[in-house]
Nanobody, 125 residues
Framework: QLQASGGGLVQPGGSLRLSCAASGGDLDYDQIAWFRQAPGKEREGVSSLSRSDRRPLYLHSVKGRFTISRDNAKNTVYLQMNSLKPEDTAVYYC????????????????????WGQGTQVTVSS
């Protein structure tokens, strides 16, 4: 299973870094993604990264503000979130797939079999 952490309350314009790690083992998945779900809205893909492809994908609204990265030595995937906006408020989840997904599926929740618990991100003054 996956464990997401790093959420919290931050003012608009602030930053947070989310972490996703495998509990009790290596993060031995090719494709890792971050999703978010705001109250009353559907879960949406925020960013995804393949260990073999190495070309990150981003939701259009977070491009230039969020950065996904992977530290294989620490078995952790990060989501650095800068210039946060109130509309970024949501529960953020990490998800993983054993194999690399085609890019058209990399931000689709249906493409993932392994999910972590969410971490709340609240952007408010």
């Amino acid at each position: 299973q996956l464990q997401a952490s790093g959420g919290g309350l931050v003012q608009p314009g602030g930053s947070l870094r989310l972490s996703c790690a495998a509990s009790g083992g290596d993060l031995d998945y090719d494709q890792i993604a971050w999703f978010r779900q705001a109250p009353g809205k559907e879960r949406e893909g925020v960013s995804s990264l393949s260990r073999s492809d190495r070309r990150p994908l981003y939701l259009h609204s977070v491009k230039g503000r969020f950065t996904i990265s992977r530290d294989n030595a620490k078995n952790t995937v990060y989501l650095q979130m800068n210039s946060l906006k109130p509309e970024d408020t949501a529960v953020y989840y990490c998800a993983a797939h054993q194999n690399r997904l085609i890019r058209s599926w990399a931000l689709e929740p249906r493409g993932y079999r392994v999910w972590g618990q969410g971490t709340q991100v609240t952007v408010s003054s």
